[in-house]
C-alpha cells in the first residue's frame, strides 16, 4: 500500500508561516491528484486545496491567497506553504494521494496561537 507521511507542524504564533511536507513511498510524477485535508478540533475534514499534472491549482477559499501547494515530484514530495496563519487554522492536516483510489497520511497538528 502507498504510504504518506506529513511532517512540519508545530506551534506558531498568529501571523507567522509553516511550510508542511508529505513524502510518498512511490511515485508522484504521474499521479493526477494530490491534494491537503485538515481537521480542526471537533469538526470534520474538510478540504484545503489539491494539485493536479495538467497542472493546475484549486484552494479553498477560507485559504486562498495565503497558502501555496507545490510538488517536487524528483522528491516525490509534496508541499504546503501556508503565510498569515490564524488561530482558527489549527487543525490536523492530512494529506491525500488519488481520487478514486486514495491513500491518506496519518496527519501532522499545526497549532496557532495569539
Known amino acids: 500500500q502507498v504510504q504518506l507521511v506529513e511532517s512540519g507542524g508545530g506551534l506558531v504564533q498568529s501571523g507567522g508561516s509553516l511550510t508542511l511536507s508529505c513524502a510518498t513511498s512511490e511515485s508522484i510524477a504521474g499521479v493526477y491528484y494530490m491534494a491537503w485535508f485538515r481537521q480542526p478540533p471537533g469538526k470534520e475534514r474538510e478540504f484545503v486545496g489539491s494539485?493536479?499534472?495538467?497542472?493546475?491549482?484549486y484552494y479553498a477559499e477560507s485559504v486562498r491567497g495565503r497558502f501555496t501547494i507545490s510538488r517536487d515530484n524528483a522528491k516525490n514530495t509534496m508541499y504546503l506553504q501556508m503565510n498569515s496563519l490564524k488561530p482558527g487554522n489549527t487543525a490536523v492536516y492530512y494529506c491525500r494521494r488519488g481520487v478514486s483510489q486514495a491513500y491518506w497520511g496519518q496527519g501532522t497538528q499545526v497549532t496557532v496561537s495569539s
Open positions: 494539485s493536479t499534472n495538467n497542472p493546475s491549482v
